[in-house]
């Protein structure tokens, strides 16, 4: 499940994320949309707040993605 997804689902802002998450709301904006990743220990708490529905793969996989769709 992407960010987005599970966010969209629990009806989370960008600033109620950040808070459960302990970065700025940007930051989530940037995670959410594949744009940046996160560095481990913020991957850590996404997982730990999203009770390991949002993971590692599911976000790399959405950066990546976003990655090429830039390149394009």
């Known amino acids: 499940m992407t960010l987005e997804e599970y966010m969209e689902r629990e009806n989370l802002t960008d ?3 950040a808070k459960k998450i302990g970065v700025t709301r940007s930051a989530v904006s940037y995670y959410r949309s594949g744009k940046r990743m996160p560095s481990v ?3 850590h708490e996404i997982e730990k707040a999203t009770k390991h529905e949002v993971t590692w793969d599911c976000m790399s ?3 990546m993605l976003e990655r090429k769709n830039l390149s394009v």
């Open 41 to 43: 220990l913020t991957m």
């Open 61 to 63: 996989k959405r950066w």
């Open 15 to 17: 600033e109620a994320m």
